[in-house]
């Protein structure tokens, strides 16, 4: 931006404005203090309505260096999106120390209580384009970059602890099978095609992530309520050049919340962005998303003791196994002020770490080691992408390094290389306060080999799966027989089932009849069937839910005479209990209610579906809810809600409603006077309602 236009305090002159030319009137709002409009080289521009032209319906002349400039930079806006992750959103923050972990690393940030370290944390989904939507079943990146005193830390996460490969070298052929299919160009932002499961079904590795994809982990209520995971073991290196492994963990303080499948999919046509917007408003409201952060730390002799190697990133290190230990806690509290300047320039790098931390030996970890800088060079164009204000390190940083592209430094001396003795300020080295590695005693083959200790691909998978309650076991199946279903190749279908025979037995089975297959396909072969593992309740959605109405929504649907001492009572009460409450209403201007009194509504109901919140009320005179008994979006409104679990208030116009709609009410549905009761189911979903509402697998 030109100084000028920044700096100016000059007012524009706005009678001039107004009249641009013979026939192009424009109406400028007046009033305010505007700074001059100018080009990007600072000239004054004196009409920004009417390119120049040789005569009012004359040709437009190139002279027109004003037009020029405008449109040449847009036609440059855009920068190539994301390889993956290109749909994301983000928001700034401060991570706080809480507990120190000075006897295994020299990290300042982990070490200095109290601390607050600013940090930019992006949230995306991985498969679909930069303008897919918010909810598909996909895996979401949790990716944080601190900006500690001794340079940037970037946890490049993702909100599933274990990933769906074991050796860099898979990574862009898993997502050539993901992404859209090269000759149609779809699905957009889906792995339900054939392409990624032909993929999935000749990599056995890739089954463990696939029960967490199957999961509701995938289709996440809201970011503000996602686990996060730096996925990979890294290294704590203390004063003494001492390590220990560590894996670090985001656990929010809102509890997990997942929505139920038919709900994400409808969620797609309701909102678009649904995930960014909720972010948006949670923040603008000043409630903060707040995660707490936590480590598993074991030693070598403790990894060597495990059933599994913890190297192999499609393996987790079980809570039961390594409690977590709570050490700080995140807090986003500010929302960028510009989307591409932020969110889209932020560049995170696994090789951001800082003296006290360092990498462990696991193959898919030391591949990303590569990947992430390279793909800037494209991206955002140059080498310099370090300057940009979102990815500088806020700790002082100089070297010797110098030009490229869009270099906005101007560094000053001759001195451009070390060792030198020229110049009494050129930075130096610092062998005690630097970034050292972690002195590991390497030997052995040299290969491309896979270790032995990689090959079980079976025992998590199962042990996962084990650990669910019932209603996500069904959930994890019926997802399976959702995607498999859109699988074209029969085959391939049978081999995944194959797949999921090795897994649990009655999980293969479930999946196959689901499938309506008359005979069940062979198992897998494997030279390593599953182990029986203890379960790991930890694994689970449903055990890891809070019964809050915090950071929650509530929609309470009304028309024209709508009791308005009940719709203020249960306002109160869900208010009370943390929730934001929205009214809907046939016109967003709002209903008359039974004191006469005018109620604006948040939402006009056709474009304000039940999707949008986590229980709802409806409150309807009889008049009014006959007004809506023809009314498609009333109907929907009630059975989406009722088919996705949520608890319901009604009195008895909404009693009228629930008959049109066809629901029949259950211990969910509740008498709207009775607003602790009502308060009470919607702090939850109703589990036991949903064999009532749709046939799982
Ligand atoms: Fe990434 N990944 N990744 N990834 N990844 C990118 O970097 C890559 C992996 C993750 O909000 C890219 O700037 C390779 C695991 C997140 O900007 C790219 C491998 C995990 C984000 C890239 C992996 C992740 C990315 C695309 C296997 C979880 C978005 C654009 C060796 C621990 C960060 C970019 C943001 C982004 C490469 C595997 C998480 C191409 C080669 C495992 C959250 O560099």
Redesign the pocket.
């Known amino acids: 931006m030109s100084k000028r236009s920044t700096q100016s305090t000059k007012p524009h002159d706005t009678t001039e404005a107004t009249t641009t030319g013979h026939g192009g009137e424009i109406h400028q709002p007046a009033g305010g203090s505007h700074p001059e409009l100018t080009t990007n080289h600072g000239v004054p521009i004196s009409d920004n309505q009417n390119s120049l032209k040789a005569n009012p319906r004359g040709p437009t002349l190139l002279e027109d260096f004003i037009l020029r400039e405008k449109i040449s930079h847009f036609d440059h806006e855009r920068i190539p999106e994301?390889?993956?992750?290109?749909r994301?959103t983000?928001a700034h923050g401060y991570f706080e120390l809480t507990k120190s972990l000075a006897l295994y690393t020299r990290a300042k940030v982990l070490t200095e209580v109290g601390v607050k370290t600013p940090l930019f944390t992006?949230?995306?989904t991985?498969a679909g384009g930069a303008g897919s939507v918010d909810t598909p079943r996909d895996?979401?990146?949790?990716?944080v970059k601190l900006y500690t005193t001794e340079g940037n830390w970037d946890i490049?996460?993702?909100n599933i602890p274990v990933?769906f490969?074991q050796?860099?070298?898979?990574?862009?052929d898993?997502?050539h099978a993901v992404k859209m299919e090269p000759d149609r160009g779809f699905p957009q932002a889906g792995s339900a095609h054939d392409t990624f499961y032909d993929f999935v079904s000749l990599t056995p590795e890739a089954i463990h992530m696939l029960m967490w994809a199957m999961s509701d982990r995938t289709i996440p209520r809201s970011l503000r309520m996602i686990e996060g995971?730096?996925?990979?073991s890294f290294r704590l290196i203390n004063d003494t050049g001492e390590s220990t492994f560590v894996k670090f963990h985001w656990r929010p303080k809102l509890g997990l919340q997942s929505t139920v499948w038919d709900e994400a999919v409808k969620l797609q046509s309701a909102d678009n962005d649904f995930h960014r917007r909720d972010l948006f408003e949670a923040i603008s409201a000043g409630n903060f998303p707040e995660w707490e952060f936590a480590v598993q730390l074991f030693t070598q002799e403790e990894a060597d003791a495990f059933p599994f190697d913890h190297l192999d990133?499609t393996k987790l290190v079980p809570e039961e196994l390594v409690p977590l230990q709570v050490i700080g806690r995140m807090v986003l509290d500010r929302w960028p002020d510009n989307f591409f300047a932020e969110t889209e320039q932020?560049?995170?790098?696994?090789t951001n770490i800082v003296p006290g931390i360092d990498f462990s030996n696991d193959p898919?970890?030391?591949?990303?080691l590569?990947?992430?800088q390279?793909?800037?060079l494209s991206?955002l164009g140059g080498p310099n992408f370090h300057q940009i204000p979102i990815n500088a390190p806020k700790c002082p940083f100089a070297n010797q390094q110098r030009d490229g592209h869009m270099q906005m430094q101007v560094p000053k001396g001759r001195v451009a290389y070390e060792p030198s003795s020229l110049a009494a300020d050129s930075p130096r080295e610092s062998p005690k306060a630097g970034f050292r590695s972690f002195a590991a005693d390497e030997s052995g083959a040299k290969g491309r080999i896979r270790a032995e200790s990689f090959a079980d691909h079976y025992s998590q998978a199962r042990q996962f799966f084990r650990s669910q309650t019932d209603t996500e076991q069904a959930h994890i199946a019926s997802s399976l027989v959702f995607e498999l279903s859109k699988v074209e190749t029969e085959y391939i279908r049978e081999l995944m089932v194959g797949h999921l025979l090795r897994v649990d037995d009655s999980l293969g089975k479930r999946v196959a009849d689901g499938l309506g297959m008359d005979k069940l396909p062979p198992a897998a072969e494997t030279t390593v069937p599953a182990e029986d593992r203890p379960n790991s309740p930890a694994l689970q959605i449903i055990g890891k839910m809070k019964p809050t109405l915090e950071g929650r929504a509530v929609g309470i649907l009304v028309n024209h005479g709508s009791d308005a001492a009940l719709v203020a009572a249960l306002k109160k009460a869900a208010t009370d209990a943390g929730a934001t409450v929205k009214i809907v209403a046939p016109k967003v201007g709002g209903a008359k209610l039974s004191d006469g009194a005018l109620l604006k509504a948040h939402g006009q109901l056709a474009g304000t579906p039940s999707m949008l919140f986590d229980a709802v009320a409806i409150i309807l005179s009889e008049a009014g809810a006959k007004a809506l008994s023809t009314e498609g979006a009333a109907i929907d409104f009630v059975r989406n809600a009722f088919g996705h679990l949520k608890a319901i208030a009604i009195d008895a116009g909404g009693q009228a409603l629930l008959k049109t709609a066809g629901v029949k009410p259950d211990a969910g549905v509740v008498a709207a006077h009775d607003t602790t009761k009502f308060i009470d189911a919607a702090k939850t979903r109703q589990w036991a309602r949903e064999p009532s509402v749709r046939t799982l697998a």
Request: charged residues 15%; glycine residues 12%; proline residues 4%.
């Open positions: 994301r390889i993956v992750h290109a994301g983000g992006r949230f995306s991985v895996v979401r990146g949790f990716a490049v996460g993702n990933f490969i050796d860099a070298i898979k990574f862009p898993l997502i995971f730096g996925v990979h990133a932020v560049a995170f790098f696994p898919l970890l030391q591949g990303r590569f990947s992430y390279d793909t800037q991206r």
